[in-house]
């Protein structure tokens, strides 16, 4: 049994570059922490690693492995397996992302607990959360955002959407092109269609408490 009351904490940064030819195609992935992605006119790809702890024991555990293979970068932050249980008040261990990617990317992401947020990638992003906040601004392609339990928001999209939650509301708002999926097992699913929109494909929006916003152009 370990019990962990502590208000303050130890930290630690890692940070590192990988130069890019090419259109990368990046996973994040982290046990417990938000993720944080945006793109910029570099062709390279930087990624900080923030980790934070409530002893240093427990940050020493945190590990951190970032690997090159070509054009794809591979960042994965993990924790050992401990048996028996654990109690924890205030922070225990959490490590954050902090990624800058060219704006032609594909994109993978994976946090345990914590938000995720994307900005001006125009490849493909699938975004998964445990529990946490989904936010995508000005992202275009295949798009996926899963969330276990928080609300997703995404807006001025272009492309194909696949969004759900199994507990928060769902925004999604864009140019949206072929398929469309929103759903919410406890939330309101609002959609607004901008000019240039196209259903060639089913659109299934639908939750299972809460109201549903369809908006449409002419």
């Known amino acids: 049994c370990v019990v962990h009351v ?5 930290t630690a940064r890692q940070e590192q570059r990988f130069t890019i030819e090419g259109q990368p195609t990046i996973d994040l992935d982290t046990f417990d922490g938000a993720i944080d992605v945006q793109a910029w006119d570099k062709p390279e790809v930087l990624v900080r690693v923030e980790s934070r702890a409530s002893s240093r024991p427990l940050l020493e555990s945190i590990d951190v492995d ?4 070509g054009r794809q970068v591979r960042v994965k932050v993990s924790v050992p397996e401990s048996g028996g249980w654990e109690l924890h008040t205030g922070i225990a261990r959490s490590a954050k992302l902090v990624v800058s990617v060219p704006a032609d990317s594909r994109v993978r992401l994976r946090s345990g607990d914590g938000s995720v947020r994307v900005e001006r990638v125009r490849g493909r992003v699938e975004a998964r959360t445990e529990d946490g906040r989904i936010v995508m601004r000005e992202v275009a392609g295949e798009i996926v955002a899963e969330s276990g339990d928080g609300s997703v928001r995404m807006e001025d999209v272009d492309g194909r959407c696949t969004v759900s939650t199994r507990d928060g509301s769902v925004l999604v708002t864009g ?8 759903t919410s097992g406890d939330g309101s699913v609002t959609v607004k269609a901008s000019e240039g929109s196209e259903v060639s494909e089913d659109w299934q929006i639908e939750t299972s408490d809460g109201a549903i916003v369809l908006a449409l152009p002419e």
Not at 6 to 10: K, Q, W
Not at 175 to 182: D, F, I, M, N, Q
């Open 6 to 10: 502590d208000s303050g904490g130890f």
């Open 66 to 69: 970032m690997q090159q293979d």
């Open 175 to 182: 140019r949206l092109r072929g398929a469309l999926k929103a």
